[in-house]
């Protein structure tokens, strides 16, 4: 037993049965006990929308000078679900609001999406270029 009476490995194992996905990343973990119950509670959060970036491209750290240097090249569909992962921590209205998100990130950190400039992939959101995959993902999880 650990401090407050609780099982110390039950609170570690549970936190590592919550983060499980989000494997090598930082994640905010909020442990809530209740000191005369002696039973806890894990909230975790989710990792930086640069993290997820990271994490999609396999690499190590954004481009030094983003704008002269790309990291790697994202596709629609991983933008697109990183924006899903990211949706209460952005608080966009739409789920197009969060992929402006995650595209604005993606161009501060020097990555290309569909081999663009995320500044030309906004654009072409804007015209409509991408409607029907977003309509695909706003039917199978609503923001």
């Not at 990291?71 to 569909?77: K, R, V």
């Not at 952005?90 to 501060?108: E, F, P, W």
């Not at 072409?124 to 309509?135: M, R």
């Amino acid at each position: 037993m650990g401090p407050l009476g609780l099982n110390v490995m039950a609170v570690v194992n549970k936190i590592n049965e919550l983060t499980k996905d989000f494997a090598g990343m930082r994640v905010p973990v909020k442990v809530i006990v209740d000191v005369e119950k002696k039973t806890f509670e894990v909230e975790v959060g989710t990792p930086t929308t640069a993290a997820l970036i990271v994490k999609e491209l396999k690499v190590q750290k954004g481009a030094g000078q983003p704008g002269r240097e790309n990291i790697g090249n994202l596709s629609m569909e991983q933008v697109i679900k990183i924006a899903l992962t990211k949706k209460e921590d952005i608080k966009a209205k739409t789920l197009k609001g969060a992929i402006k998100s995650v595209l604005g990130t993606a161009l501060s950190m020097g990555v290309l999406v569909e081999n663009k400039s995320p500044k030309d992939v906004q654009k072409e959101i804007d015209k409509g270029a991408y409607d029907d995959l977003i309509k695909k993902y706003e039917g199978e999880n609503k923001l």
